[in-house]
């Protein structure tokens, strides 16, 4: 069991918190598939302190998905402190976690991010007054440095443990290598020796062996996983059964697949309105379709879909089309 401060979690699988994919939709979903915390995409102070519409929105928390943690952005250390005692009093998320890892320009160009790995002062400031302000266990996601001369794991991860942080989450990469190259698990290792608050493990986690590996060899206390849940969720179910039993369980067929692919769909139409979730679900139905035979034409052809039975009928004709072709093969 993972705990992080007064959270218990049934198991290390933590999905990542991954900007434009984890709203409720999706996370009810990986919840669904046994993930032991998922977390939210990163939401800005400001537009939590200006109550900003659009970002209240991205606050909904559905009681199903709990234990979760809700993730905010910002530079400044009194927006930051108020928009965490929102979060705090206004939501139902186990855990408030504060974003120092997204590379993307126009975050860095706003001094939150990922910029914040450069200074270990500033981290200690920042997390210190939030983890002063609020009840909830406060975490912070971080990557391992700035780029190969400015690594700053081990430094950072310390600020945030004296700071008061409950845990914190290593992306094995620097802000420099975006999403490319190589995670230095080796780095990741040297952040849990170095502290005695629970860490996780983030990065080139792409299948259930890989998940044990870190466990087994990084020694970290738990496991995000990311991109590889993209438009499969049944990743966190073979992962949480992996690491239980050993077992490897079977991947799911066609029609399993579209069938939580439209689950997924109407969850984010409950959440959005039609409109905008099919717009939403045309990248998730892409991630959904991947490695099914005859996606190619299916995902040109899903791009042009604006209602829900729009891609109801193109996911399932697909489905019946790979169905046939698998019951003529047996009949011969």
């Not at 790995?117 to 609020?134: G, W």
């Not at 620097?174 to 849990?192: F, H, L, P, S």
């Amino acid at each position: 069991m993972l705990k992080i401060g007064n959270v218990e979690i049934s198991n290390p699988v933590v999905l990542a918190p991954m900007a434009g994919v984890c709203n409720s939709a999706f996370r009810l979903t990986v919840k669904e598939f046994g993930a032991g915390l998922v977390c939210a995409e990163m939401i800005s102070d400001k537009g939590i302190n200006l109550k900003n519409k659009k970002t209240l929105g991205m606050l909904y928390i559905d009681e199903r998905e709990n234990p979760l943690s809700l993730q905010i952005f910002g530079s400044e250390k009194e927006s930051l402190v108020q928009a965490a005692k929102f979060v705090d009093k206004n939501t139902n998320a186990d855990i408030i976690d504060i974003n120092m890892g997204c590379p993307v320009s126009k975050i860095i160009k706003c001094e939150a991010g990922a910029r914040w790995l450069l200074d270990p002062n500033k981290i200690y400031d920042m997390v210190s007054a939030v983890v002063d302000a609020v009840g909830k266990p406060v975490t912070v996601k971080m990557r391992i440095g700035w780029d190969d001369d400015h690594i700053f794991a081990v430094e950072n991860a310390r600020a945030v443990e004296r700071a008061g942080g409950s845990a914190v989450a290593v992306h094995g990469r620097t802000r420099v290598q975006m999403y490319e190259g190589k995670a230095n698990w080796d780095i990741i290792r040297d952040v849990k020796n170095a502290v005695s608050i629970p860490v996780i493990g983030n990065g080139d986690v792409v299948t259930p062996q890989d998940a044990k590996r870190m466990l087994d060899e990084v020694g970290v206390d738990g496991v995000m996983i990311g991109r590889a849940a993209l438009g499969n969720p049944w990743m966190i179910y073979q992962t949480v059964k992996y690491l239980e039993s050993g077992v490897l369980t079977p991947e799911p067929n066609v029609r399993e697949k579209m069938d939580v692919c439209v689950l997924h769909m109407d969850r984010l139409i409950a959440l959005k309105n039609e409109k905008i979730a099919v717009r939403e679900m045309r990248k998730h139905a892409a991630w959904y379709l991947k490695g099914v035979q005859g996606n190619a034409k299916a995902r040109k052809e899903i791009n042009e879909c604006n209602t829900r039975e729009d891609v109801v009928k193109l996911l399932y004709g697909l489905v019946e089309e790979i169905e046939a072709k698998e019951q003529n093969i047996q009949m011969v």
